[in-house]
């Protein structure tokens, strides 16, 4: 039995009650006293606007999976500010993946749309085709260059007449600091892309842009019983690949990079005749990653290296500029963060704030660059903590109503339309791209999702059927499910299509979202979709 039937039935029950008692009621009255018995009938009609808002989110939070957990929910409208429904709003909870919400608001305020990354590489200028000395790739924090961008540099530097590099290429890393995990972030999470390794130096596996990782292949061989193959992705030697996957009749592979070294496991089997499958696994010390595929991108364009590796020096003052790669503006990349919620890029994006704030790249100057860009909106950081860029620590702590505040404060600033149409749109892309479908939210709604054990949220924008744009944020904590993700659906889904003359069985209906069928709990529930590998999203 659905809970919207169950909900329907007592409203149902709840309205013919009221009935029975005006009837006999009016029984005992006389004539004079019909005058009150019709106001006391007035009196109890089904209530309609924000009142039967409330009551209908009221009842969808009476799910028993919420029993005994936080729930923080606030609607208010989005041009006024006025809070329309508040539950829990000032509590304090882990916000997951709700937290790139104030990264990317903050990077576009202070660093702007037409912000760029910028890869240099600096030297000598080359003699007779000799560089002298160091050769120094230097990293401003660029998440999204790939293996691709260190071959154009390493061809520029031919075109350039380079053919030598009678020193060493040293790797400048220095724009970041060297803590590379951030607090509170999950020992069995290190290994995953959206948990990976902070560097201003890094390299991308792919156009979906996680930095500091890598991406591998398996294909099945010619037949059942032949070793699978496995492809990398850079490719490179500084990761380590141990494959004993097989071919087989269905696939079922595990890939797993060891918790203390770069060695990348591959076992189980891969489907004969089909086309295959991936994984993506960070690794420790991307800058050390980047060196290794720029020095065969050097190879690979006829440059002789002589000397050796180095990692996490400056680049010297005085160095001519050699070569250089450019990133997209913030302005396009702020989309590639926030409908895939992209963890890698908002924690480059964090520390990229702390150092053009501070001129130092760390934790600490990220969190006072995204509370001083934000205020001036109406964000109070008070009462909340933010402790990095993606939402992956459990040290971070939000409210329902300063996320709602974020989300009515800023849509008077001059990069908001840039913003909002970077937000996942429910039944369409992103994050939301299976969420919503057949509801009033469908194509309406614009929200950022969050997803961790035991914590899900839910925040950002949709058009009630008045007309009247609504911001919410839900949070949900310390839930034993593993997913509660309806339950947001469902509250999105009664916005969109919520009316001033709207009855609470009204909106209920208007959540028709369908029931997730929960049998064994799946790991995967806990992840953004396109964390999931293939995405299922």
């Not at 691709?148 to 040293?170: F, H, K, M, N, W």
């Not at 059942?224 to 690949?241: F, L, R, S, W």
């Not at 069985?505 to 995967?524: C, K, L, S, Y």
């Amino acid at each position: 039995m659905s809970y919207e039937w169950n909900v329907r039935a007592r409203c149902a029950y709840t309205r013919a009650v009221k009935q029975r008692t005006l009837i006999s009621s009016a029984v005992a009255v006389t004539a004079a006293g019909a005058i009150t018995l019709a106001g006391t009938m007035v009196a109890q009609a089904e209530e309609t606007g924000d009142a039967a808002l409330a009551a209908a989110i009221d009842a969808i939070l009476k799910d028993n999976r919420l029993t005994d957990s936080q729930a923080g929910v606030v609607v208010a409208d989005a041009e006024t500010g006025e809070v329309l429904y508040d539950r829990g709003g000032d509590k304090r909870a882990i916000p997951a993946s709700n937290d790139k919400l104030f990264t990317t608001a903050a990077a576009l305020e202070q660093l702007g749309g037409d912000f760029t990354y910028a890869t240099e590489v600096t030297g000598d200028r080359p003699v007779d085709g000799v560089v002298a000395g160091d050769l120094y790739l230097r990293g401003a924090g660029d998440p999204t260059i790939l293996e691709a961008d260190y071959d154009r540099l390493a061809e520029d530097l031919a075109d350039l007449g380079v053919s030598t590099i009678d020193g060493d290429l040293v790797a400048d890393d220095t724009a970041f600091d060297a803590v590379r995990s951030g607090a509170e972030w999950g020992w069995s999470d290190l290994q995953y892309v959206y948990a990976a390794e902070i560097s201003a130096l890094t390299v991308a596996s792919g156009d979906d842009y996680n930095a500091g990782s890598v991406r591998v292949y398996i294909e099945p061989g010619a037949a059942e019983g032949d070793a699978a193959t496995v492809e990398m992705v850079p490719a490179n030697d500084y990761v380590e690949i141990v494959n004993t996957a097989t071919t087989g009749a269905s696939t079922s592979i595990s890939v797993n990079r060891d918790p203390h070294d770069n060695v990348i496991r591959v076992s189980g089997t891969v489907a004969a005749g089909g086309d295959g499958t991936y994984a993506t696994r960070s690794v420790i010390e991307p800058t050390q990653l980047v060196a290794d595929v720029f020095a065969d991108s050097l190879a690979d364009a006829g440059i002789t290296l002589n000397g050796d590796l180095r990692f996490g020096e400056a680049t010297p003052q005085g160095g001519e500029l050699l070569a250089s790669h450019e990133s997209a503006p913030l302005s396009e990349l702020t989309a590639d963060v926030l409908k895939p919620s992209n963890a890698s890029m908002a924690e480059a994006l964090f520390k990229t704030l702390g150092y053009h704030d501070s001129g130092q790249g760390t934790f600490a100057s990220g969190k006072a660059a995204v509370y001083d860009a934000l205020r001036p909106y109406g964000v109070d950081d008070g009462p909340v903590r933010i402790a990095d860029g993606s939402g992956i620590s459990r040290h971070n702590m939000l409210t329902a109503g300063t996320i709602t505040d974020l989300l009515s404060g800023v849509k008077d600033a001059s990069w908001f339309g840039t913003w909002y149409d970077a937000l996942p749109i429910a039944c369409e892309d992103g994050t939301l791209a299976s969420r919503m479908c057949g509801t009033p939210a469908e194509g309406n709604a614009r929200a950022k999702t969050g997803s961790m054990t035991s914590v899900s949220a839910l925040s950002g924008y949709v058009t009630d059927a008045d007309g009247r744009e609504l911001v919410f944020g839900v949070v949900f904590n310390d839930f034993l499910y593993s997913t509660v993700k309806d339950i947001e659906d469902k509250i999105a889904a009664a916005l969109a299509g919520y009316s001033a003359s709207s009855t609470e069985a009204e909106i209920t209906t208007f959540a028709n979202v369908e029931e997730i069928d929960m049998p064994e709990e799946d790991p995967n529930d806990r992840l953004e979709c396109s964390w999931v590998e293939p995405s299922v999203c």
